[in-house]
């Protein structure tokens, strides 16, 4: 049996950081499921299929394998999935049944094969939910929209915080009312607040929980 950790939450909650370095001092695999909606997304967009027609034949034709990095334990893919347009892009395809069946699949296989630290929107309440730990990590939106803006302009230029603002509202909203899973806090998940605690504290708090149950 691999042991698995679950950290959901919304975008730039700070989650991804906290679970990278989970991942580091227990040397579990880092399933950063965001990157695989966005890698779908961005397939999607390069194939120039149209989304509402996308079946399961053809993204059952998608490779992700070769997402995965066995010696650093993380999933691999270019910078530019990061961008502000293929961000909106993913929030829709993930509505969709046929594209959340498919990395799902995706994930539990992962889950058979390593120890994880699992970080996303729906990791505690539907992929994993036997997971040892679960983790909700969250921070006020005023807070999230400034760390997002700091990293979209290392990527893209003509970087608006208050478009930022609204992009991630969207996202947001979109995110946690569809009706497959939708963004939620797991019933029995710690709540990590980002604007409160440090990136070390926060992992100290978590390693602490993750012992008293091992
Ligand atoms: O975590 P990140 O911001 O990279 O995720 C991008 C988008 O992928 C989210 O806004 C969400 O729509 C989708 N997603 C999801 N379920 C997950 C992880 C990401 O629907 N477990």
Not at 33 to 58: F, H, M, P, W
Not at 134 to 139: E, P, R
Request: glycine share 4%.
């Amino acid at each position: 049996m691999t042991d698995i950790i679950t950290l959901d939450g919304p975008s730039s909650s700070g989650k991804g950081t906290i679970a990278k370095e989970l991942s580091k001092k227990l040397n579990f695999f880092h399933l950063e499921s965001g990157l695989l909606y966005r890698t779908v997304a961005k397939l999607i967009l390069d194939k120039n299929i149209n989304a509402n027609e996308i079946d399961a034949k053809t993204i059952n034709s998608f490779d992700l394998d070769c997402l995965i990095d066995v010696d650093r334990r993380r999933l691999v893919a270019s910078s530019d999935i990061y961008t502000s347009e293929l961000s909106l892009l993913t929030s829709r395809i993930a509505t969709l049944k046929v594209v959340r069946d498919f990395i799902m699949g995706f994930q539990r296989s992962l889950g058979i094969r390593y120890d994880l630290i699992a970080d996303g929107r729906d990791m505690g309440t539907v992929v994993f939910k036997d997971a040892k730990l679960k983790l909700y990590v969250d921070a006020p939106i005023a807070i999230r929209a400034e760390r997002r803006y700091n990293q979209l302009k290392g990527i893209e230029k003509n970087v608006n915080l208050a478009q930022v603002f609204s992009d991630l509202v969207s996202r947001d909203k979109r995110d946690s009312s569809r009706t497959i899973a939708p963004l939620a806090v797991p019933l029995e998940a710690i709540i990590i607040d980002t604007s409160v605690m440090s990136v070390e504290q926060s992992v100290t708090r978590i390693l602490l929980e993750y012992k008293k149950d091992s």
